[in-house]
């Protein structure tokens, strides 16, 4: 029985991702993790809109009945908890960051917020990029490194401790996927304000 | 592989030798250094046979590979041995400047084995190591014998014991710097059944580093996160630890007269917006660290260090006493005489309750501050009634009929978090590989500061997970050694890129995590293997069943459900032993099997 505390929780993030146009209607999907369990989104349902049916629990790595109701990337958030320290994933479809990993292997922010939270966002690519095993492995293993990672086409997938963290992050690339895109219309010199800003390219 | 030294001293008291052994460096990349090399080379050298206060015991003085590098906070040192309060692994850490300086005398760690026929100090200096009579240091107290020895904080730092230590003090404190103390579990009384009175260094030997320009890359970024932190930036170093007092308090979480409340009307008095209005001389750091959260205090006793939150809620709320200059004084003696303040405070706090029940025959009352220097100069010389005192809370209620009244988890006294209030506190105190500490991760910056973000402190589903998590972290920060201070603002992922361009291993975050739950399972096995069980992970019963008061009244610590989400989620078994496939995939497997099999 998931706690109403946690529900809200979910309802929440659910909500502002929608609305924050980081998804489509039915797209994305989070999770969290409590011990040996994960607490994962309905497939098919709506984070806009989430209501306490729509929260899934089932094993981080036994299966169970629930598995036949959790979202469809429930193989790559099981991945992600397995190899790194998260408690919490949020995976979205970011439209402009989309559009930038369709041309760049690394989406490196040039505004001072994205630059002081993020440094550098490493954009992966796989022949499958729709809850496969190779995708899971892929993201999981970039995810040991880096807080939030891209894989090319598809999206985001951010951990965190809590999903407001893993939110976060998630929409703070967005803006700076935002300002990069503005920044190229401008088509201007850019005056560099940061210093040692070389260095994010290595982060 | 840089970063590390590459050497580990050895000296047995017993016979008189010096000698040097490397650091294994297999053993340095999985263990870091500090706390988590402790508990590995305490593992071999240290079994379930060994009374603690025996020569057996050893005492190891480890750094680790950020130590000495300039890093934020990369000041720290740790002491592991096994513990005389707790009978647990113990590792106590501390700042100032004496880890730094050890390390640059050209050492990652030191272990001290054996006894030493009569009273000795070490001196340990580039150009070689020597052992000095000490007799004439015996007896004296924390602040002449580091002056005696030539204490100066920029080129020779004094790390010492005092009276405490030296009368096995069951809560004794190693200091250094003269003010800074590896305090918890009592490390002092090892050292002093050692019969060593103190360690002198001097060094000046630079940290290598295998790619530096990355490594200031680090620093500079977290140097930008430090001073967006309100916390680090401004709280601390304004208001000291004890910024949290008022806080901790409005929520129904301070203890009070011995956790028989779990709030305390005159919390402003002690808290730190008291300390900087009324006593605060100015604030000071610890080498390399920009938060300076250290009070300097001026009471009619003199100037001096003191007091930090723990320090202030122990001696006032936990005692019943508003009187802040009372408080400060118990704290510079407690430095002087070489005793961790939170379970010197706490043992009074035990021993006031037991009087005022009619347990115990003594004038200790709540609020009787005026008793504080008397009481703890008994302790430290094991006088009359402070010779039952000095065995801690625990040992004194026992022998008194009424263990269930010290507010102690494995014999170790909590601090100042009720786990009422906090309910993730609360398994954190009862999972703690070395008794009741706050230290083993940071459930107040999880539940009361929003630290990476707030979480409800009174949900119980899931908060075994938070829980794990920050116990790994601990476990890291104390094994690099760096401040747990500095994680307030910084988070691992820095640290493990600083690591790794330090020393040229490579370290993603998830890895150096794994390498923290690595030392926690390791620690666990060595508690197992001296006979600690489930029934060990618990809380005294007040917090069970006495509800809470304040702003979180009604509520009890609901132990049980966090503590099987735990189990299950770190891999172990419904008795608390880690599971075999845990121990395989934290390469633990071989060291496991005697405990596991026999």
Redesign the interface.
Known sequence: M??E??YEMFRDIGRDMYVHNLVSSHGGNIS?????RIIIKRRGAMLGRLKPHDLIETGLEKNDSGVALASTELIVHRAIYK???A?AVVHAHPRVAIALSLSRDEIVPIDNEGS?LL?KVPVVSVEFASGTKQMAETLADA?????IVFLRGHGSFAT???L??AFQWTDALEEAAEIILHAKHLNEEMIEYR??SD?YK?? | MKGWIGRILVIDLTHSTITTEPLDPGMAQQFIGGRGLGARLLWDLVGPEVDPLSPQNVLIIATGPMTATGFQTSNRFSVSTKSPLSGTVLDANSGGYWGMRFKRAGYDALIIKGRAPKPVYIEITEAGVSLHDATHLWGKRVEETSQALGQDKNKRNVLCIGPAGENLVRFAAIMNDATRAAARGGPGAVMGSKNLKAIVVEGDLRVEMEDK??FR?VQ??AT?MLK?NPVTSQAFPEFGTAVVMNIINAIGALPAYNFQQTHFDQADAISGEAITETILVKNAACWACPIACTRISKTDMGESEGPEYETAWAFGASCGVDDLVAITNANFLCNDLGMDTISAGSTIACAMELTERGLLTSDLRFGRADLFAQTLEDIALRRGLGDELAEGSYRLAEKHGAPELSMTVKKLEMPAYDPRGMQGQGLLYATSNRGGCHMRGNMLG?EVLGL??L??RL????K???V??HQ??AAILDSLVACKFVNIAVA??YL??ALTSLTGVSY????L??AGERIWNLERLYNLREGFSRADDTLPPRLLNEPATGASAGWVSHLEPMLA??Y????WDENGVPRPAKLEELTLAELAVEVLHG
């Open positions: 998931v706690d505390r946690v969290v993790r409590f011990g040996d190899a790194t320290p408690l002081y440094k995810l040991k490194s880096y807080k965190g401790q809590t407001d963290e210093r040692m260095s290595s982060w | 320009e990355r890359f500079y970024e930008k967006a999880l990476p973000k979480i409800d949900q119980v589903q899931g075994a997970s938070f794990t998590l790994n972290t691992e992922e493990a890129r993603p975050t998830g890895e995590i794994r989400e735990y299950r989620g770190r891999g």
